[in-house]
Nanobody, 122 residues
Framework: QEQLVQSGGGLVQAGGSLSLSCVAS????????MGWFRQALGMEREFVASIHWTSHSTRYGDSVKGRFTVSRDSAKNTMYLELNRLKPEDTAVYYC???????????????WGQGTQVTVSS
């Protein structure tokens, strides 16, 4: 069974940086794209970034554009998210996900990681 396992995150002051990782394991991983989403308390899940697995093409949500960077290492079946110039409003649970489509819509992703907390203090 395919599985996504996340690591990273934690507590950081505003203006600081964090890194998240997402490792895919299980059956042969052949998804078309992977993405990052986040969900703050009481809010809907929000698209953060996505990456096309073969072309390296990337997309970002407007609120993180220019501050976050998504990348992947196909040999390690791992996707990364570098979070820079963090703001208190970036506080949320961050999820990685895999999709058969290169999309920004959460409903198009069919495999999800367990989530990891990112907290940014002011």
């Amino acid at each position: 069974q395919e599985q996504l396992v996340q690591s990273g995150g934690g507590l950081v002051q505003a203006g600081g940086s964090l890194s998240l990782s997402c490792v895919a394991s299980g059956r042969t991983f052949r998804h078309y794209a992977m993405g990052w989403f986040r969900q703050a308390l009481g809010m809907e899940r929000e698209f953060v970034a996505s990456i096309h697995w073969t072309s390296h093409s990337t997309r970002y949500g407007d609120s993180v554009k220019g501050r976050f960077t998504v990348s992947r290492d196909s040999a390690k079946n791992t996707m990364y998210l570098e979070l820079n110039r963090l703001k208190p409003e970036d506080t949320a649970v961050y999820y990685c996900a895999a999709s058969d489509f290169y999309t920004t819509r959460a409903e198009d992703y069919n495999t999800w990681g367990q989530g990891t907390q990112v907290t940014v203090s002011s």
